[in-house]
Protein backbone atom coordinates (compact mmCIF):
# COMPACT_ATOMS: atom_id res chain seq x y z
CA UNK A 1 0.00 0.00 0.00
CA UNK A 2 0.82 3.45 -1.04
CA UNK A 3 -0.22 6.42 1.75
CA UNK A 4 -0.66 9.64 -0.01
CA UNK A 5 1.47 12.53 0.79
CA UNK A 6 -0.02 14.65 3.83
CA UNK A 7 -1.64 18.07 3.01
CA UNK A 8 -2.20 19.74 6.20
CA UNK A 9 -0.84 23.04 6.38
CA UNK A 10 3.05 22.81 7.20
CA UNK A 11 2.85 23.75 11.50
CA UNK A 12 6.64 22.47 12.60
CA UNK A 13 10.05 24.92 12.49
CA UNK A 14 13.61 23.60 12.63
CA UNK A 15 15.72 26.13 13.36
CA UNK A 16 19.75 25.69 13.00
CA UNK A 17 22.42 28.25 14.26
CA UNK A 18 24.94 27.92 11.64
CA UNK A 19 28.72 26.88 12.45
CA UNK A 20 27.43 27.73 16.00
CA UNK A 21 30.88 27.86 18.22
CA UNK A 22 32.85 28.89 15.26
CA UNK A 23 30.25 32.04 14.63
CA UNK A 24 29.72 33.11 17.99
CA UNK A 25 33.34 33.31 18.21
CA UNK A 26 33.13 35.78 15.68
CA UNK A 27 30.79 37.11 16.94
CA UNK A 28 32.30 37.81 19.99
CA UNK A 29 35.84 38.61 18.01
CA UNK A 30 34.97 41.59 14.84
CA UNK A 31 38.53 40.68 14.31
CA UNK A 32 38.00 36.91 13.17
CA UNK A 33 34.86 37.90 11.19
CA UNK A 34 35.27 37.04 7.59
CA UNK A 35 38.21 34.72 8.40
CA UNK A 36 38.61 30.81 7.99
CA UNK A 37 38.44 29.94 11.67
CA UNK A 38 38.01 26.41 13.28
CA UNK A 39 37.27 25.61 17.00
CA UNK A 40 39.09 22.49 18.52
CA UNK A 41 39.02 20.64 21.43
CA UNK A 42 42.39 20.96 21.68
CA UNK A 43 44.38 23.63 19.65
CA UNK A 44 47.00 21.34 19.49
CA UNK A 45 47.88 19.62 15.78
CA UNK A 46 46.02 16.27 16.81
CA UNK A 47 43.20 18.65 18.47
CA UNK A 48 39.52 17.65 17.08
CA UNK A 49 37.56 20.25 15.09
CA UNK A 50 34.10 20.83 16.53
CA UNK A 51 32.59 23.82 14.87
CA UNK A 52 34.75 24.98 11.35
CA UNK A 53 33.31 28.36 10.63
CA UNK A 54 31.74 29.18 6.89
CA UNK A 55 34.53 30.57 5.65
CA UNK A 56 36.70 27.29 6.26
CA UNK A 57 33.65 25.08 4.91
CA UNK A 58 33.91 26.75 1.93
CA UNK A 59 37.35 25.66 1.69
CA UNK A 60 36.54 21.63 2.77
CA UNK A 61 37.55 21.72 6.14
CA UNK A 62 34.89 19.53 8.09
CA UNK A 63 33.83 18.41 11.50
CA UNK A 64 35.86 16.11 13.09
CA UNK A 65 39.18 16.76 11.28
CA UNK A 66 42.03 17.23 12.84
CA UNK A 67 43.42 20.88 13.58
CA UNK A 68 46.76 19.52 11.43
CA UNK A 69 44.35 18.61 8.55
CA UNK A 70 42.84 22.13 8.36
CA UNK A 71 46.22 23.67 8.76
CA UNK A 72 47.34 21.73 5.39
CA UNK A 73 44.44 23.35 3.78
CA UNK A 74 44.69 26.93 5.08
CA UNK A 75 48.11 27.09 7.06
CA UNK A 76 46.69 30.71 8.21
CA UNK A 77 43.77 29.44 9.57
CA UNK A 78 42.57 30.78 13.47
CA UNK A 79 42.53 27.50 15.74
CA UNK A 80 40.50 28.89 19.04
CA UNK A 81 39.61 26.21 22.23
CA UNK A 82 35.63 25.97 23.20
CA UNK A 83 34.47 29.10 25.57
CA UNK A 84 31.43 26.37 26.74
CA UNK A 85 29.89 29.88 28.70
CA UNK A 86 29.47 31.54 25.61
CA UNK A 87 27.71 29.30 23.85
CA UNK A 88 25.10 28.46 26.65
CA UNK A 89 24.67 31.77 26.81
CA UNK A 90 23.53 32.52 22.87
CA UNK A 91 21.56 29.03 23.52
CA UNK A 92 19.52 30.78 26.32
CA UNK A 93 19.13 33.99 24.21
CA UNK A 94 17.90 32.20 21.35
CA UNK A 95 15.36 29.91 23.49
CA UNK A 96 14.03 33.30 24.80
CA UNK A 97 13.09 34.58 21.48
CA UNK A 98 11.43 31.59 20.17
CA UNK A 99 9.34 30.74 23.34
CA UNK A 100 7.43 34.31 22.43
CA UNK A 101 6.16 32.81 19.09
CA UNK A 102 5.09 29.30 20.83
CA UNK A 103 4.71 27.81 23.96
CA UNK A 104 5.74 24.34 22.56
CA UNK A 105 9.57 24.98 21.83
CA UNK A 106 11.95 22.14 22.51
CA UNK A 107 15.58 22.37 22.19
CA UNK A 108 17.46 19.28 19.85
CA UNK A 109 20.86 20.58 21.36
CA UNK A 110 22.85 23.61 21.79
CA UNK A 111 22.54 25.12 18.34
CA UNK A 112 19.51 23.53 17.14
CA UNK A 113 15.71 24.11 18.47
CA UNK A 114 12.11 23.15 17.02
CA UNK A 115 8.56 25.49 17.31
CA UNK A 116 5.76 23.13 17.00
CA UNK A 117 2.66 25.71 15.87
CA UNK A 118 0.51 22.38 16.10
CA UNK A 119 -1.92 24.12 18.84
CA UNK A 120 -0.46 28.02 18.49
CA UNK A 121 -1.65 29.39 15.60
CA UNK A 122 -0.36 33.22 14.50
CA UNK A 123 -2.95 36.43 15.13
CA UNK A 124 -4.92 36.99 12.50
CA UNK A 125 -3.04 40.08 12.22
CA UNK A 126 0.15 37.97 11.43
CA UNK A 127 -1.49 36.48 8.66
CA UNK A 128 -0.16 37.20 4.72
CA UNK A 129 -2.49 39.15 3.13
CA UNK A 130 -1.29 39.19 -0.19
CA UNK A 131 0.72 36.68 -2.51
CA UNK A 132 4.52 37.98 -2.34
CA UNK A 133 7.54 37.39 -4.91
CA UNK A 134 10.84 37.20 -4.20
CA UNK A 135 12.69 40.25 -5.45
CA UNK A 136 16.32 39.50 -6.51
CA UNK A 137 18.72 42.22 -7.69
CA UNK A 138 15.37 43.87 -9.22
CA UNK A 139 14.16 40.80 -11.32
CA UNK A 140 11.41 38.68 -9.88
CA UNK A 141 12.32 35.22 -8.89
CA UNK A 142 10.69 32.22 -7.76
CA UNK A 143 12.10 30.06 -5.22
CA UNK A 144 11.24 26.22 -5.34
CA UNK A 145 11.92 26.06 -1.67
CA UNK A 146 8.81 28.84 -0.81
CA UNK A 147 5.32 28.94 -1.63
CA UNK A 148 4.22 31.75 -3.85
CA UNK A 149 1.31 32.55 -1.25
CA UNK A 150 3.05 33.01 2.05
CA UNK A 151 2.64 30.97 4.91
CA UNK A 152 1.99 33.03 8.28
CA UNK A 153 5.07 30.58 9.48
CA UNK A 154 7.69 32.09 7.19
CA UNK A 155 6.93 35.87 8.11
CA UNK A 156 7.92 34.26 11.50
CA UNK A 157 10.70 32.70 10.29
CA UNK A 158 11.72 35.66 8.71
CA UNK A 159 10.97 37.62 11.64
CA UNK A 160 13.07 35.04 14.15
CA UNK A 161 16.03 35.28 11.80
CA UNK A 162 16.33 38.95 11.77
CA UNK A 163 16.10 39.00 15.83
CA UNK A 164 18.58 36.97 16.31
CA UNK A 165 20.68 39.14 14.46
CA UNK A 166 19.97 41.95 16.23
CA UNK A 167 19.52 40.94 19.51
CA UNK A 168 22.21 37.94 19.86
CA UNK A 169 24.44 39.06 17.43
CA UNK A 170 24.98 40.59 13.83
CA UNK A 171 27.18 37.89 13.05
CA UNK A 172 24.78 34.84 13.84
CA UNK A 173 23.27 33.54 11.18
CA UNK A 174 20.49 30.20 11.32
CA UNK A 175 18.81 27.99 8.62
CA UNK A 176 15.32 27.21 9.31
CA UNK A 177 13.12 24.27 7.65
CA UNK A 178 9.31 24.38 7.93
CA UNK A 179 7.36 21.53 7.43
CA UNK A 180 4.52 18.91 7.98
CA UNK A 181 6.77 16.91 10.41
CA UNK A 182 9.58 17.28 12.65
CA UNK A 183 11.52 15.08 9.90
CA UNK A 184 10.70 17.32 7.07
CA UNK A 185 11.29 20.27 9.06
CA UNK A 186 14.86 18.87 9.93
CA UNK A 187 15.56 18.61 6.18
CA UNK A 188 14.59 22.31 5.21
CA UNK A 189 17.16 23.69 7.68
CA UNK A 190 19.87 21.37 6.37
CA UNK A 191 19.67 21.42 2.50
CA UNK A 192 19.97 25.36 2.19
CA UNK A 193 22.65 26.76 4.16
CA UNK A 194 23.97 28.99 5.77
CA UNK A 195 20.90 31.10 6.26
CA UNK A 196 18.73 28.99 4.55
CA UNK A 197 14.66 29.31 4.89
CA UNK A 198 12.90 26.13 3.01
CA UNK A 199 9.03 25.83 3.45
CA UNK A 200 8.20 21.76 2.69
CA UNK A 201 4.59 21.34 1.82
CA UNK A 202 2.96 19.05 0.01
CA UNK A 203 2.79 21.58 -3.01
CA UNK A 204 6.68 21.16 -3.28
CA UNK A 205 8.04 17.36 -1.80
CA UNK A 206 8.73 15.71 -4.66
CA UNK A 207 10.45 19.08 -6.22
CA UNK A 208 12.77 19.05 -3.22
CA UNK A 209 13.40 15.26 -3.56
CA UNK A 210 14.16 15.58 -6.94
CA UNK A 211 17.21 17.88 -5.73
CA UNK A 212 18.44 15.83 -2.59
CA UNK A 213 20.62 12.56 -1.87
CA UNK A 214 19.28 9.84 -0.09
CA UNK A 215 22.23 11.06 2.64
CA UNK A 216 20.50 14.12 2.97
CA UNK A 217 17.61 12.86 4.86
CA UNK A 218 18.37 12.54 8.90
CA UNK A 219 18.76 8.79 9.53
CA UNK A 220 19.95 7.76 6.36
CA UNK A 221 23.54 6.74 6.51
CA UNK A 222 25.86 4.26 4.30
CA UNK A 223 24.85 1.14 5.75
CA UNK A 224 21.23 2.74 5.33
CA UNK A 225 21.99 4.01 2.10
CA UNK A 226 23.66 0.59 1.16
CA UNK A 227 20.57 -1.72 2.30
CA UNK A 228 18.08 0.63 0.38
CA UNK A 229 20.25 0.23 -2.95
CA UNK A 230 20.31 -3.54 -2.91
CA UNK A 231 16.49 -3.28 -3.25
CA UNK A 232 16.79 -0.93 -5.96
CA UNK A 233 16.23 1.87 -4.10
CA UNK A 234 19.08 4.81 -4.88
CA UNK A 235 16.97 7.92 -4.98
CA UNK A 236 14.73 9.99 -2.92
CA UNK A 237 12.32 9.78 -5.08
CA UNK A 238 12.32 5.97 -5.63
CA UNK A 239 12.12 5.90 -1.51
CA UNK A 240 9.05 8.29 -2.19
CA UNK A 241 7.53 5.62 -3.95
CA UNK A 242 8.38 2.56 -2.13
CA UNK A 243 5.15 0.58 -1.36
CA UNK A 244 4.80 0.72 2.89
CA UNK A 245 4.38 -3.28 2.86
CA UNK A 246 7.70 -3.81 0.81
CA UNK A 247 9.74 -1.24 3.00
CA UNK A 248 8.01 -2.86 6.23
CA UNK A 249 8.67 -6.27 5.51
CA UNK A 250 11.06 -6.60 2.51
CA UNK A 251 13.58 -4.03 2.78
CA UNK A 252 13.83 -2.98 6.20
CA UNK A 253 12.16 -6.20 8.04
CA UNK A 254 10.53 -4.32 10.86
CA UNK A 255 8.35 -1.38 11.85
CA UNK A 256 11.14 0.90 11.13
CA UNK A 257 10.48 0.44 7.26
CA UNK A 258 6.73 1.90 7.51
CA UNK A 259 8.13 4.92 9.93
CA UNK A 260 10.61 5.41 6.85
CA UNK A 261 7.17 5.55 4.59
CA UNK A 262 5.09 7.76 6.90
CA UNK A 263 7.55 10.57 7.58
CA UNK A 264 8.57 11.00 4.11
CA UNK A 265 4.99 11.91 3.26
CA UNK A 266 4.79 14.41 5.60
CA UNK A 267 3.14 12.30 8.56
CA UNK A 268 4.46 12.49 12.23
CA UNK A 269 5.64 9.12 13.46
CA UNK A 270 4.84 8.99 17.37
CA UNK A 271 7.92 6.80 18.43
CA UNK A 272 8.12 4.53 21.35
CA UNK A 273 10.17 6.57 24.00
CA UNK A 274 12.23 3.86 25.68
CA UNK A 275 12.93 3.85 29.55
CA UNK A 276 16.25 5.50 30.26
CA UNK A 277 18.92 2.84 31.44
CA UNK A 278 21.94 4.43 32.29
CA UNK A 279 23.69 7.72 32.65
CA UNK A 280 27.53 8.64 31.86
CA UNK A 281 29.93 11.10 31.52
CA UNK A 282 33.75 10.78 29.37
CA UNK A 283 36.75 12.79 29.81
CA UNK A 284 39.70 12.91 26.96
CA UNK A 285 42.88 13.81 28.87
CA UNK A 286 45.38 16.15 27.33
CA UNK A 287 48.03 15.83 29.53
CA UNK A 288 47.95 12.47 30.10
CA UNK A 289 49.05 11.35 33.74
CA UNK A 290 49.35 8.09 36.24
CA UNK A 291 48.67 10.36 39.30
CA UNK A 292 45.54 9.01 41.01
CA UNK A 293 44.58 12.16 42.74
CA UNK A 294 44.65 14.20 39.73
CA UNK A 295 42.88 11.26 37.88
CA UNK A 296 40.11 11.11 41.32
CA UNK A 297 39.99 14.13 40.82
CA UNK A 298 38.30 14.13 37.17
CA UNK A 299 36.64 11.30 37.72
CA UNK A 300 34.91 13.13 40.88
CA UNK A 301 34.06 15.93 38.20
CA UNK A 302 32.60 13.74 35.97
CA UNK A 303 30.08 11.89 38.80
CA UNK A 304 29.52 15.48 39.67
CA UNK A 305 28.04 16.06 35.59
CA UNK A 306 26.04 12.64 35.78
CA UNK A 307 24.77 12.84 39.47
CA UNK A 308 23.35 16.27 38.09
CA UNK A 309 21.48 14.87 35.06
CA UNK A 310 20.41 11.83 37.38
CA UNK A 311 18.95 14.06 39.68
CA UNK A 312 17.18 16.32 37.34
CA UNK A 313 15.90 12.97 35.68
CA UNK A 314 14.63 12.03 39.21
CA UNK A 315 16.68 9.08 39.52
CA UNK A 316 18.62 7.16 42.10
CA UNK A 317 21.48 4.68 40.81
CA UNK A 318 22.20 0.79 42.20
CA UNK A 319 24.89 0.24 39.82
CA UNK A 320 27.95 2.01 38.89
CA UNK A 321 30.62 1.51 36.24
CA UNK A 322 34.49 3.13 35.67
CA UNK A 323 36.36 3.33 32.44
CA UNK A 324 39.76 4.16 31.87
CA UNK A 325 41.76 4.03 29.03
CA UNK A 326 46.02 3.53 29.26
CA UNK A 327 48.05 5.33 26.60
CA UNK A 328 49.17 1.99 25.63
CA UNK A 329 45.87 1.43 24.07
CA UNK A 330 45.11 -1.44 27.55
CA UNK A 331 41.90 -0.19 29.40
CA UNK A 332 40.30 -0.29 32.92
CA UNK A 333 36.25 -1.70 32.63
CA UNK A 334 34.75 -2.82 35.92
CA UNK A 335 31.41 -2.30 36.86
CA UNK A 336 29.34 -3.06 40.03
CA UNK A 337 26.13 -3.58 41.14
CA UNK A 338 25.43 -2.75 44.81
CA UNK A 339 22.01 -3.92 47.01
CA UNK A 340 21.07 0.00 47.57
CA UNK A 341 20.29 2.60 45.23
CA UNK A 342 21.96 6.30 45.80
CA UNK A 343 21.66 9.66 44.42
CA UNK A 344 23.83 12.34 45.98
CA UNK A 345 27.26 12.86 44.19
CA UNK A 346 29.24 12.31 47.17
CA UNK A 347 27.78 9.04 47.79
CA UNK A 348 27.67 7.99 43.83
CA UNK A 349 31.29 8.91 43.86
CA UNK A 350 32.31 6.88 46.67
CA UNK A 351 31.57 3.60 45.32
CA UNK A 352 32.70 4.97 41.61
CA UNK A 353 36.40 5.76 43.89
CA UNK A 354 36.38 2.33 45.18
CA UNK A 355 36.09 0.42 41.88
CA UNK A 356 38.90 3.02 40.34
CA UNK A 357 41.56 2.41 43.29
CA UNK A 358 40.73 -1.35 43.11
CA UNK A 359 41.69 -1.49 40.15
CA UNK A 360 44.03 1.20 38.56
CA UNK A 361 47.00 0.48 36.92
CA UNK A 362 50.31 2.69 37.80
CA UNK A 363 49.92 3.95 34.00
CA UNK A 364 49.01 7.13 32.73
CA UNK A 365 45.70 7.30 31.61
CA UNK A 366 44.14 8.68 28.12
CA UNK A 367 40.55 8.56 28.80
CA UNK A 368 38.20 8.35 32.19
CA UNK A 369 34.33 7.59 32.38
CA UNK A 370 31.86 6.92 34.80
CA UNK A 371 28.29 5.29 34.20
CA UNK A 372 25.31 4.81 36.82
CA UNK A 373 22.89 1.93 35.85
CA UNK A 374 20.15 -0.01 37.44
CA UNK A 375 17.95 3.35 37.63
CA UNK A 376 15.00 3.34 40.15
CA UNK A 377 12.79 6.18 40.12
CA UNK A 378 13.17 8.73 43.53
CA UNK A 379 8.82 8.56 43.66
CA UNK A 380 9.13 4.70 43.93
CA UNK A 381 11.92 4.51 46.89
CA UNK A 382 10.53 8.03 48.81
CA UNK A 383 8.58 6.46 51.40
CA UNK A 384 11.15 3.81 52.21
CA UNK A 385 13.81 6.53 53.02
CA UNK A 386 15.22 7.08 55.98
CA UNK A 387 14.81 10.78 57.54
CA UNK A 388 19.19 11.40 57.05
CA UNK A 389 18.75 10.23 53.64
CA UNK A 390 15.77 12.49 52.44
CA UNK A 391 17.74 15.45 54.07
CA UNK A 392 21.01 14.26 51.93
CA UNK A 393 18.68 14.26 48.92
CA UNK A 394 17.10 17.97 49.83
CA UNK A 395 21.50 19.54 50.48
CA UNK A 396 22.21 17.49 47.02
CA UNK A 397 19.11 19.68 44.87
CA UNK A 398 19.75 22.37 46.43
CA UNK A 399 23.52 22.79 45.52
CA UNK A 400 22.46 21.42 42.25
CA UNK A 401 20.25 24.88 41.92
CA UNK A 402 23.42 27.06 42.78
CA UNK A 403 25.76 25.09 40.21
CA UNK A 404 22.95 25.33 37.48
CA UNK A 405 22.45 28.87 38.42
CA UNK A 406 25.43 30.65 39.22
CA UNK A 407 28.08 28.21 36.85
CA UNK A 408 29.83 24.89 36.87
CA UNK A 409 31.19 24.21 40.31
CA UNK A 410 30.25 27.04 42.51
CA UNK A 411 30.00 24.68 45.27
CA UNK A 412 32.22 21.56 44.88
CA UNK A 413 34.67 19.66 47.70
CA UNK A 414 38.07 20.25 48.47
CA UNK A 415 38.91 17.47 45.63
CA UNK A 416 38.09 20.39 43.06
CA UNK A 417 40.63 22.76 44.04
CA UNK A 418 43.29 23.99 41.64
CA UNK A 419 41.93 21.60 39.35
CA UNK A 420 40.02 24.46 37.05
CA UNK A 421 42.64 24.72 34.77
CA UNK A 422 43.29 20.98 34.24
CA UNK A 423 39.56 19.83 33.63
CA UNK A 424 37.98 21.41 30.88
CA UNK A 425 34.23 22.33 30.77
CA UNK A 426 32.96 20.76 27.33
CA UNK A 427 29.59 20.80 25.59
CA UNK A 428 28.29 17.37 24.96
CA UNK A 429 26.97 16.37 21.31
CA UNK A 430 22.52 16.35 21.40
CA UNK A 431 20.49 16.67 24.32
CA UNK A 432 23.02 15.85 27.03
CA UNK A 433 24.71 19.68 25.79
CA UNK A 434 21.38 21.49 27.43
CA UNK A 435 20.59 19.04 29.68
CA UNK A 436 17.69 16.62 30.12
Known amino acids: MIYPINTSSPKIMHIDL ?15 RG ?42 ITVKFPDPDKYRDVHKKFMSIFKEYSPDVVAKSIDEAVIDFTTYMPRKSEKAKER ?3 VTNNQISFSPFLPFSLSPLIKIAREIKS ?10 SASVGIGMNRFLAKLGASIQKPDGLV ?23 IRTQTRLAAYGITTPLQFFHADSHFLHKVVFKSIVG ?25 YSIKNKTDD ?8 YRLTEKM ?10 ANGIHVGCMYVDRTYLHEGKSYQSAVYTTHDLFKRAKDIFLSHFQNKKASLISVTSFNLVSVSVLQQELFRDSTKKMIVADAMDRINNRYGEYTIGPALMLNMKNKIYDRIAFGRSAIGE
Open 199 to 221: YIDSSNLLEIYRRIKLLDFCGIN
Open 18 to 32: NSCFATIEQQANPHL
Open 292 to 299: PRELLSIL
Open 163 to 172: RLRREVGEWI
Open 258 to 282: FHWHLEIRGFEVTRREYDRKSYGQQ
Open 307 to 316: GRRLRRAKFM
Open 35 to 76: KPIVVAAYTTDSGCILSPSIEAKRLGIKTGMRVFEAKLICPN
Open 132 to 134: KRE
